[in-house]
């Protein structure tokens, strides 16, 4: 799909754009009240958290974004999808944003990048919520479509192989309830997934140098929520309990009847829970 049509399409009155670190980034900056950061997960965008704004604006300043390499934000200029390019990267759009500290959500991807910030800056990140976060690196908690990209040969054609009917197929992986995969999920999903650059930003980043942080995730200071889909395809739930049992000040919810991205399969009550959450702990000040 042509830029321009991607623009009219996936943009509304709430989206910005700024540059940061050369990137020009797409995000939404709604409501008011205590910052509150979202990060998505990988082939998604900011859009999966659609609901959680309509729920939680109104008590929170939400800030939202599309990833490099993901959305409307299309491939970084360092061609460089790491971990620390994705930490460096985010702190610098907060910066620009002007909010010196905040609470972070993330879901797979994004909740991967969110609990290593929490580890890395306490003093910036001072609530985490993970939604089927990503992270641990042994086989099993490698999702099918990463495992695709790292195959020899497949990785090079993938983004030919990728068409509007895979992920169709991806998509029910990741809904519990397919009756929700609708057509206008499916068309979204691929069409940012195929904006220019971004399937070889995918390829970069499923190659990218991984250092393994997990041992770490015991220091991590910050009251945290795991929120995982019983059903959840891509990521297993005993991760949700290997999170709960190694973070030290952590809660943790499964959803009986959701999968992979439960903040987007069911928005009311899981941005029910992440509120009583962030409200039901001592605020911070600032």
């Known amino acids: 799909m042509e830029w321009d049509k991607l623009l009219r399409k996936y943009t509304n009155e709430q989206s910005r754009f700024l540059v940061v670190d050369g990137t020009l980034v797409h995000y939404r900056d709604e409501g008011r009240g205590y910052p509150l950061l979202l990060l998505h997960g990988a082939f998604s965008s900011l859009h999966t958290f659609d609901g959680w704004v309509d729920e939680l604006s109104s008590k929170f300043r939400v800030l939202r974004l599309d990833l490099p390499g993901f959305g409307l934000t299309g491939p970084n200029i360092e061609n460089d999808y790491t971990?620390?390019?994705?930490?460096?990267?985010?702190?610098?759009?907060?910066?620009?944003?002007?909010?010196?500290?905040?609470?972070?959500?993330?879901?797979?991807?994004?909740?991967?990048?969110?609990?290593?910030?929490?580890?890395?800056?306490?003093?910036?990140?001072?609530?985490?919520?993970?939604?089927?976060?990503?992270?641990?690196?042994?086989?099993?908690?490698?999702?099918?479509?990463f495992k695709m990209a790292r195959t020899p040969f497949l990785n090079q054609v993938v983004k030919y192989v990728i068409r509007k009917n895979i992920f169709e197929q991806f998509l029910y992986q990741v809904y519990y309830d397919e009756e929700k995969v609708t057509r206008e999920l499916v068309d979204?999903?691929?069409?940012?997934?195929?904006?220019?650059?971004?399937?070889?930003?995918?390829?970069?980043?499923?190659?990218?140098?991984?250092?393994?942080?997990?041992?770490?995730?015991?220091?991590?200071?910050?009251?945290?929520?795991?929120?995982?889909?019983a059903h959840d395809k891509w990521l297993p739930v005993e991760n949700a309990t290997r999170f709960h049992q190694v973070i030290p000040n952590s809660e943790l919810i499964i959803y009986e009847d959701l999968g992979h991205i439960p903040m987007e399969e069911c928005p009311f009550e899981t941005a029910r829970d992440a509120r009583k959450f962030l409200l039901n702990h001592k605020h911070p000040a600032g």
């Not at 910030?117 to 086989?139: C, N, R, V």
């Open 188 to 229: 979204r999903y691929y069409d940012l997934f195929s904006r220019e650059g971004n399937p070889e930003a995918f390829l970069k980043l499923v190659n990218a140098r991984v250092r393994d942080n997990t041992m770490h995730l015991k220091e991590i200071k910050a009251p945290t929520l795991i929120m995982w889909g």
């Open 83 to 145: 971990m620390p390019t994705h930490k460096r990267f985010v702190r610098t759009f907060l910066e620009r944003m002007e909010v010196e500290e905040c609470f972070v959500a993330g879901s797979s991807l994004g909740g991967w990048v969110a609990w290593e910030l929490a580890l890395k800056y306490p003093e910036q990140f001072k609530k985490l919520i993970l939604i089927g976060a990503a992270g641990f690196l042994d086989e099993n908690s490698i999702p099918l479509p």
